[in-house]
T-cell receptor
Framework: SQQGEEDPQALSIQEGENATMNCSYK?????LQWYRQNSGRGLVHLIL?????REKHSGRLRVTLDTSKKSSSLLITASRAADTASYFC???????????????FGQGTILTVHP | DTEVTQTPKHLVMGMTNKKSLKCEQH?????MYWYKQKAKKPPELMFV???????INESVPSRFSPECPNSSLLNLHLHALQPEDSALYLC??????????????FGPGTRLTVL
C-alpha cells in the first residue's frame, strides 16, 4: 500500500511563480525524499531530509518536515518551464534510525509551468 | 560515472517468452533495486539487493526472478508474464554505508509490453 499522499494532484502555474507541494505519510520514517520524473522516464533525486531535520535547502528547492504531523512540503521558487514534471515524495521507513532502503512513494503531483 | 543504465529500452514479449532486463551501475553502490511503474502511478518497489544479497522481496510473483551477479549488475528474468505485467520497469542503486541507505539513482527504465 502507498504510504504517502500528495496534494495537489496537479498544479499549473506561470514561470516565475512559486510552487508548493505537500506530502503526508502514516508511519514513522528514517528519512523522506523528493524525486522528479519527466514524461514516464527515470526518476531524479532532488533532496533527502532525515527524521531529525526540520528544513533543508538545495538551490531553488526548500523542503520542510514535520514528524509530529507526519507531513512534508516541497517549495520550488521562481519556477521555470523546465520544472514541468511529476514530483513524488518517498518515505524510507524504519523507526529508531534504521533504514531498510525500502522507499514507498506518494501518488505524486503533476506540475505544469507555463512560459 | 553517475549513471544507471538499463537495457533494453523497450521490450515486447509474448506470454510464453523468456526474457531478461539488465541494469548496470559503476558508482560503487552496494544497494540495487527493481521497481515497477504503471502509467500515471508511482513506482512500486519489487526487490532490494544489499551487498549482492536479496534483502527485500515485496511478495512479487515468481514469474519475476531477480539476479545480482556482481556489485555492478542487476538482472530481472521474466517468464510466463501476463498482460497486466506491462509497465515501466525501473532499476535504481544507492550508496550503502553502515547499514544506512541513501538517495537512489534511477535508470531510464525498460518499457515492457506483454502481448
Amino acid at each position: 500500500s502507498q504510504q504517502g499522499e500528495e496534494d495537489p494532484q496537479a498544479l499549473s502555474i506561470q514561470e516565475g511563480e512559486n510552487a508548493t507541494m505537500n506530502c503526508s505519510y502514516k508511519t514513522s520514517i528514517n528519512n523522506l525524499q523528493w524525486y522528479r520524473q519527466n514524461s514516464g522516464r527515470g526518476l531524479v533525486h532532488l533532496i533527502l531530509i532525515r527524521s531529525n531535520e526540520r528544513e533543508k535547502h538545495s538551490g531553488r528547492l526548500r523542503v520542510t518536515l514535520d514528524t509530529s504531523k507526519k507531513s512534508s512540503s516541497l517549495l520550488i521558487t521562481a519556477s521555470r518551464a523546465a520544472d514541468t514534471a511529476s514530483y513524488f515524495c518517498a518515505t524510507d521507513g524504519g523507526a529508531g534510525g534504521t533504514s531498510y532502503g525500502k522507499l514507498t512513494f506518494g501518488q505524486g503531483t503533476i506540475l505544469t509551468v507555463h512560459p | 560515472d553517475t549513471e544507471v543504465t538499463q537495457t533494453p529500452k523497450h521490450l515486447v514479449m509474448g506470454m510464453t517468452n523468456k526474457k531478461s532486463l539488465k541494469c548496470e551501475q559503476h558508482m560503487g553502490h552496494r544497494a540495487m533495486y527493481w521497481y515497477k511503474q504503471k502509467a500515471k502511478k508511482p513506482p512500486e518497489l519489487m526487490f532490494v539487493y544489499s551487498y549482492e544479497k536479496l534483502s527485500i522481496n515485496e511478495s512479487v510473483p515468481s514469474r519475476f526472478s531477480p539476479e545480482c551477479p556482481n556489485s555492478s549488475l542487476l538482472n530481472l528474468h521474466l517468464h510466463a508474464l501476463q498482460p497486466e505485467d506491462s509497465a515501466l520497469y525501473l532499476c535504481a542503486s544507492s550508496h550503502l554505508a553502515g547499514g544506512s541507505y541513501n538517495e537512489q539513482f534511477f535508470g531510464p527504465g525498460t518499457r515492457l509490453t506483454v502481448l
